[in-house]
């Protein structure tokens, strides 16, 4: 039984880890022919602040666009084709609504056969959310995942 791999989703918190990640997820997909999905998930600190009007959305957006223009070359200089997307890992209106499912429900929108995830010890930096979900996504994923 071979294992067939069209996209990849790497999720990403503008942290050195994700970018990391990013490497295999790129390592992944060159090796089966497949594209990349980076999917920007913002945390509760920055998502809070948007709502409340603390932070101005369009700084918010800048600073991931920024970051995911890195994913894009890292993905463009394996000739790996590139997605990107960004999504509220938490929500205020919604209990449910945590990094966790939100990386799962990116998988399944996009038809994800393969997820590449930091896992690193938590530093407590705001941005990084994605610590916390790579748990979550180990016990509850329905494809193949990487934790790095």
Do not use: C, W
């Amino acid at each position: 039984m071979s294992l067939t791999v069209e996209r990849v989703l790497a999720p990403v918190d503008g942290s050195d880890e994700s970018l990391e990640a990013v490497e295999y997820a790129v390592a992944v997909a060159e090796r089966y022919d497949a594209s990349v999905h980076a999917v920007y998930v913002l945390g509760e600190e920055v998502v809070r602040a948007i709502e409340t009007d603390a932070v101005d959305e369009s700084e918010v957006a800048e600073d991931t666009e920024a970051f995911t223009g890195t994913v894009r070359e890292l993905a463009e200089e394996h000739d790996v084709g590139i997605s990107s997307s960004i999504a509220y890992g938490f929500s205020t209106n919604r209990k449910s609504r945590h990094p966790g499912s939100v990386i799962l429900d990116t998988a399944e929108e996009i038809s994800a056969d393969f997820i590449v995830i930091p896992r690193e010890p938590l530093t407590g930096e705001p941005g990084e959310v994605l610590e916390k979900a790579a748990e979550y996504v180990l016990l509850y994923a329905s494809q193949p995942v990487l934790s790095v």
